[in-house]
């Protein structure tokens, strides 16, 4: 387990079980940069993690390997519940990806690009139509399923995006910085949205970003990771508890966590120097 | 006072007109570019055609050398019975070659797309293939080849497939990488990445070479039939101008000159709309902006 305790706060129904161990993880690449260096992490079924560090700290690398886009060079992952021989992924459902970008298809309509997963399952579009619409209300856009992703603003590409990675009822949602390139009205509305959403559905959450502020407001725990090699510097709890909003934005608790949070960052950033010696 | 110095900019003259002058400035001069595409390139036409009428009628020019436009309007319709059936067969050949190449210049470069090492190993021969002027391979063709009409397609196949080819290969190897990603994360088979992905990313950089391809075969197609020479069954336009100039019948080598353009525009302008159709939902080409 990691170093300090969990708040259990906020999914009060979720189990405190890992869904994924990262075990002394560790990935270079053919360049020789060391990106991850003996990463162990558990991540517990239920949370919302944040993976919080400046670029370059092994986040996004760290977040391909559990997706299975990309494997370690060393140590192992863990899924506790899975049957021996058997890693979960996408393929059967059990993990969604979110990308930076929305990542949509831009010569299929709302519809089929959300269907894509069921698609690829072999599912009609007729057979699927249900999971469809059920994920695009969740999101907000089920007025627009004929539309084509062009005639959408860049919220609602992401949306559309969030929208099939919930097509499949994953278990385990991994988002890489997806709200980054939008602006901070549309990035608030759309934290709410998420969080209602994690609420509501209890998936686990790994949410990449480089954002302070959004990971104290989302996450009820930060992993906060150095550079240089790419590494676990800091494990916090944010204990405040959910449903959270404005006011919590706005509130005392939050600004503390965010201080805290801002200062591991800040201990992470001038360690980075140091790995070296 | 209120002096409304820059009448675009405040938004108090907003208030007081409801579109702004710009805007319909804007706008008018949209409406005039538009009549302008048609009507200039029309104007230079009736010119050419008057100019050429005169000098022909005022420097007593012989109708062997250069025949005035009434001329060649005469032989087109006098000819017609024989310059109509001879175009049939050029389109024929010319079409037929575009469908071969398009099938070929496709199923190489889906073939391509499987594997970087048969890319690697046979995309210079098709490069060499392109570069070796058509009228010096014809000859052999036609001395392999039993049917005449297999070897015009073959020799106007080998004009028009190359950028077929080349284009289809670049957009098979477009695909957004997240997307592949994407696919990869929901274990798609090599086909389903192929036929949901790669596909229809290739397809405008396809329609850009469908485009030149469609004016190619029709060059591939009038250049194999000039090496093809003699007439008989299945002779085409290029043999009628031949034939024609042997016969220094001017008037009618310029009115088969100008069904073959007249065909290479017909070509190239239904390519176009089919091009428009099949991008018009979502690629940024054919997609009108107000700005």
Redesign the interface.
């Known amino acids: 387990m990691s170093a300090s305790p969990i708040n259990t706060a906020g999914s009060a129904t979720a189990p405190r079980s890992p869904i994924v161990s990262l075990q002394r993880v560790s990935k270079t690449f053919a360049n020789a940069t060391v990106a991850l260096k003996d990463m162990t992490l558990d991540i517990n079924s239920g949370e919302f993690v944040s993976l919080l560090g400046p670029s370059g700290c092994g986040k996004s690398t760290a977040l391909r390997i559990i997706?299975?886009?990309s494997s370690p060079t060393a140590g192992r992952l863990v899924w506790p519940d899975a049957r021996p021989g058997a890693q979960p992924?996408?393929?059967d459902h059990a993990?969604s990806?979110v990308?930076q970008?929305p990542?949509l298809?831009?010569?299929?309509t709302v519809f089929d690009n959300v269907h894509?997963?069921l698609?690829?399952?072999g599912q009609s579009a007729d057979a699927s139509r249900k999971a469809v619409m059920e994920a695009l209300e969740m999101v907000g856009l089920e007025r627009f399923a004929t539309s084509?992703?062009?005639e959408l603003s860049g919220g609602m590409k992401m949306r559309v995006s969030i929208a099939r990675a919930l097509v499949t009822k994953p278990r385990l949602l991994l988002m890489d910085e997806p709200f980054a390139a939008l602006d901070e009205i549309t990035r608030f509305r759309l934290n709410n949205d998420l969080l209602r959403l994690w609420q509501e559905f209890g998936w686990t959450v790994i949410f990449v970003t480089h954002s302070v502020f959004e990971s104290v407001y989302l996450s009820n725990r930060i992993v906060v990771m150095a550079a240089r090699p790419g590494r676990v510097v800091a494990d916090l709890a944010v204990d405040a508890p959910y449903p959270r909003d404005e006011t919590f934005r706005t509130s005392h608790a939050y600004s503390d966590h965010c201080r805290s949070a801002s200062e591991a960052l800040q201990a992470a950033m001038a360690a980075e120097g140091d790995s070296g010696h | 006072m209120t002096a409304n110095l820059d009448t675009t900019a405040s938004p108090n003259a907003e208030a007081a007109a409801p579109v702004d002058p710009a805007e319909l400035r804007k706008a008018r001069r949209e409406r005039i570019d538009r009549t302008a595409r048609w009507l200039l390139p029309v104007v230079v036409m009736v010119a050419t055609i008057a100019l050429w009428q005169w000098y022909v009628v005022a420097f007593k020019v012989p109708h062997y050398i250069l025949p005035g436009p009434d001329r060649v309007v005469q032989a087109l319709i006098a000819d017609w019975s024989m310059l109509w059936p001879a175009l049939l067969i050029t389109i024929a050949i010319t079409l037929g070659a575009l469908v071969i190449a398009t099938i070929g210049g496709v199923g190489l470069a889906v073939l391509f797309a499987q594997s970087k090492w048969v890319e690697m190993s046979f995309f210079p021969y098709a490069v060499i293939l392109q570069v070796t002027p058509v009228i010096v391979i014809a000859p052999l063709i036609f001395i392999y080849v039993p049917s005449k009409i297999a070897g015009l397609l073959i020799c106007a196949w080998i004009v028009a497939f190359f950028p077929i080819l080349s284009n289809t290969t670049l957009g098979l190897n477009s695909a957004d990488h997240n997307l592949r990603n994407l696919f990869q994360l929901y274990g798609a088979t090599r086909w389903q990445t192929l036929r949901y992905l790669r596909l229809p990313a290739a397809l405008p950089y396809f329609l850009g070479g469908l485009k030149i391809a469609g004016g190619l075969s029709l060059i591939g197609a009038i250049v194999a039939e000039f090496v093809a020479g003699t007439g008989g069954l299945g002779s085409g336009l290029a043999f009628k101008i031949l034939e024609a100039s042997y016969r220094l019948n001017i008037p009618r080598m310029f009115a088969a000159i100008l069904l073959i353009s007249v065909t290479g525009i017909i070509i190239f302008a239904s390519l176009s709309v089919l091009s428009h159709l099949l991008l018009r939902h979502w690629h940024e080409s054919a997609i009108k902006r107000d700005s």
């Open positions: 997706a299975g886009l992924g996408a393929q993990i990806f990308f970008e990542t298809m831009p010569w299929a894509l997963p698609k690829l399952k084509y992703p062009r």
